[in-house]
């Protein structure tokens, strides 16, 4: 895996592939195609302890000696939300009966767990 220390405090590209390797990591273990597969619960329980468990310790290896600004929160932020988006699949709109992509909130509720920033700051104590 291999995490790379510069003599600057910029860790833009540490991140850059932590992200690259975590998505790569999701697209291994978690891809499938069939949408039947994630309509029952107990998939979606197991998708969330496969990213906990797999796919976080891949993004976050090395996070130990990051310092985030915002701009990588966010881009921490911005994977994780793409990841849940695609684990519990796009909801029917009540009024319209159009597909749409589940919001932030509506995710947040989902998962029920702490956010990558929270696992970020446990692993930084």
């Keep these: 895996m291999g995490a790379t220390l510069k003599n600057q405090n910029s860790i833009q590209e540490e991140i850059k592939y932590r992200l690259i390797s975590g998505n790569a990591c999701y697209l291994s273990v978690l891809n499938v195609s069939s949408s039947s597969f994630l309509s029952t ?3 979606i329980y197991i998708y969330i302890k496969t990213y906990r468990n797999i ?27 793409r990841v849940m988006r695609r ?3 796009p909801k029917r709109a009540q009024v319209t009966k159009w597909w749409r992509k589940s ?13 990558i920033i929270m696992f970020f700051i446990k692993s930084r104590m």
Excluded: A, K, Q
Aim: glycine letters at 2%; one cysteine or more.
């Design 41 to 43: 619960n107990i998939y």
């Design 55 to 81: 796919i976080l310790p891949v993004v976050l290896y090395g996070c130990e000696t990051w310092s985030l600004m915002l701009r990588e929160e966010r881009r921490l932020r911005v994977f994780e939300d």
């Design 87 to 89: 684990m519990f699949e």
């Design 103 to 115: 919001h932030n909130e509506e995710l947040n509720d989902l998962y029920s767990s702490p956010n």
